[in-house]
């Protein structure tokens, strides 16, 4: 078993797992403060791609391409917040769970119609030319892919933690009730958790279209396997599911290339079944405590 050949395949495919970390990251957000998830998450990828592409297809530079993606994307998830979630939390109900996915089956019949069904490429001004680094070939490509999810990560954690209304994001994430009495508006701050999920959707298409090219179902195995490192890394375990998303990534390439591609989604959806059976609130999850 050659040993550079292992190194490449584990590489490689943490890159990949890193996107399903970003997308998960944007599950962990709105989770934190409305104990929701939006299900259509993968559309708001994908629309953002599609979004950020006609910019630069209009001639909008790439480096003024990035913000406009992702303010579209802060925009998408306002709207499914105050068209889907709003609601349906006020009458303390599950209604959000069919009206997001509604809500992502319109994006994507919408996304058919604007910009057609095929697939198109997403010009890059970054390099894809290989560079032999320890045996390993990487490109540039990919690594502003990991530069790209650790800024994005990163950014938004310091805004949580060093101003006011990142303030008000963590103190309705740790208590809605008693962050209300103390007169934070908790349907603000769910709405900027649905602003910020947005954005980091965005940025992941924007990451990810190089690569993949940029089409209607390009966001559809994603957020399957988004939704497995989320589940398996804990939906309030912060920057837990970068591991999970590095380790699914990796055992997803090696799995491809050892048994087949055909097993590619296996190894996600074994962690979810394992991580639903014997440890429901994640590896890195906080257990709930229940007053009886």
Same mark, same amino acid.
């Given at each position: 078993?050659n040993?550079?050949?292992?190194?490449?395949?584990?590489v490689?495919?943490?890159?990949?797992?890193?996107?399903?970390?970003?997308?998960?990251?944007?599950?962990?957000?709105?989770?934190?403060?409305?104990?929701?998830?939006?299900?259509?998450?993968?559309? !708001?990828?994908? *629309?953002?791609?599609?979004?950020?592409?006609?910019?630069?297809?209009?001639?909008?530079?790439y480096? *003024?391409?990035?913000?406009?993606?992702?303010? #579209?994307?802060?925009?998408?998830?306002?709207?499914?917040?105050?068209?889907g979630? =709003?609601?349906?939390?006020?009458?303390?109900?599950?209604?959000?769970?069919?009206?997001? +996915?509604?809500?992502?089956?319109?994006?994507?019949?919408?996304?058919?119609?604007?910009?057609? @069904?095929?697939? @198109?490429?997403?010009?890059?001004? %970054?390099?894809?030319?290989?560079?032999?680094?320890?045996? %390993?070939?990487?490109?540039?490509?990919?690594?502003?892919?990991? +530069?790209?999810?650790?800024?994005?990560?990163g950014?938004?954690? !310091?805004?949580? @933690?060093?101003?006011?209304?990142?303030?008000? #994001?963590?103190?309705?994430?740790?208590?809605?009730?008693?962050?209300?009495?103390?007169?934070?508006s908790?349907? @603000?701050? %769910?709405?900027?958790?649905?602003?910020?999920?947005?954005m980091?959707?965005?940025?992941?298409?924007?990451? +990810?279209?190089?690569?993949?090219?940029?089409?209607?179902?390009?966001?559809?195995? !994603?957020?399957?396997?988004?939704?497995?490192?989320?589940?398996?890394?804990g939906?309030?375990?912060?920057?837990g599911?970068?591991?999970?998303?590095?380790?699914?990534?990796?055992l997803?390439s090696l799995?491809?290339?050892?048994?087949?591609?055909?097993?590619?989604e296996?190894?996600?959806?074994?962690?979810? %079944?394992?991580?639903?059976?014997? =440890?429901?609130?994640?590896?890195?999850?906080?257990?709930?405590?229940?007053?009886?």
């Amino acid at each position: 078993m050659n040993i550079e050949i292992i190194a490449q395949m584990v590489v490689s495919g943490a890159l990949m797992g890193l996107v399903y970390a970003l997308i998960a990251y944007g599950f962990q957000l709105t989770y934190a403060t409305s104990k929701s998830i939006n299900f259509g998450q993968g559309e !708001l990828v994908m *629309l953002s791609a599609f979004f950020s592409l006609t910019l630069l297809n209009i001639g909008v530079p790439y480096w *003024l391409m990035v913000p406009g993606g992702l303010l #579209f994307g802060a925009a998408l998830g306002l709207l499914v917040e105050r068209a889907g979630v =709003r609601l349906a939390l006020q009458q303390k109900s599950e209604g959000w769970i069919l009206l997001t +996915i509604i809500l992502g089956l319109l994006g994507f019949s919408s996304a058919e119609n604007i910009w057609g @069904r095929d697939d @198109r490429p997403f010009p890059t001004p %970054i390099s894809s030319d290989a560079l032999h680094v320890f045996g %390993i070939n990487i490109t540039p490509l990919e690594i502003s892919v990991a +530069i790209g999810v650790f800024a994005i990560m990163g950014l938004v954690e !310091l805004f949580k @933690r060093n101003t006011l209304l990142g303030k008000a #994001f963590e103190a309705v994430s740790a208590d809605r009730d008693a962050a209300e009495l103390m007169g934070i508006s908790a349907t @603000r701050t %769910i709405m900027l958790s649905y602003g910020l999920s947005g954005m980091v959707a965005a940025m992941a298409g924007i990451l +990810i279209s190089p690569i993949t090219t940029v089409g209607p179902t390009m966001a559809s195995a !994603l957020i399957l396997k988004a939704f497995a490192v989320a589940v398996v890394a804990g939906l309030d375990s912060g920057f837990g599911v970068v591991l999970v998303g590095i380790v699914l990534g990796a055992l997803e390439s090696l799995t491809s290339f050892y048994i087949g591609s055909g097993w590619r989604e296996a190894p996600g959806l074994v962690l979810l %079944i394992l991580a639903l059976a014997v =440890r429901p609130n994640g590896v890195f999850g906080k257990a709930t405590i229940r007053k009886v």
